[in-house]
């Protein structure tokens, strides 16, 4: 990392640092560089460039009073956002357990979809055999029928025949 040194017109060295930000100077370097500069301008220009140094450098503070507000709002929100992310990262972690529970469920549902579906393949089975028994005693049902209209019409020939045979019979006798 770099480093950075500041010297003063005598050569001792007045400030020394790693440069933090890459080409930018922290604000101990860009005051201390101020510094080595004020005690210049004294030596080299004269009365008056040291009232209007310090002013600028009363401007320089109050600028970087600003700076500072800035950074400790932006530090305040940075932890808010902080603390709103964890929260936001709690609440994933729950949806996510909930989802896992969901799937679970979903796959349990699923297995007795799978059931129903081998029930109503057995019900779909038996309801063909009712059918083809159904069919069966249909068939049976009509031999009935014929058979019963046979018995009909053998019982209508025995009557027939026996109102011959009573009448062949002669008449009882009165008593």
Do not use: C, F, Y
């Amino acid at each position: 990392m770099p480093t950075r040194r500041l010297w003063d017109s005598g050569g001792a060295v007045l400030t020394e640092g790693d440069i933090t930000v890459s080409g930018m100077a922290t604000t101990e370097e860009r005051l201390g560089t101020l510094e080595v500069r004020v005690d210049n301008l004294e030596t080299w220009a004269g009365p008056g460039q040291a009232g209007a140094l310090a002013a600028g450098q009363a401007e320089i503070r109050a600028e970087l009073a600003k700076v500072r507000q800035t950074q400790d709002r932006h530090t305040r929100m940075l932890a808010d956002l902080t603390a709103d992310v964890s929260g936001l990262k709690t609440d994933v972690s729950r949806l996510n357990e909930d989802v896992a529970g969901l799937k679970q469920d979903v796959a349990g549902l699923k297995q007795n979809v799978a059931g129903l579906k081998q029930n109503v393949a057995g019900l779909k089975q038996d309801v063909a055999g009712l059918k083809q028994d159904v069919a069966g005693l249909k068939q049976n049902v009509a031999g009935l029928k014929q058979d019963v209209a046979g018995l009909k019409q053998d019982v209508a020939e025995l009557k027939e025949g026996l109102r011959e045979v009573l009448n062949r019979l002669p008449a009882a006798p009165d008593r």
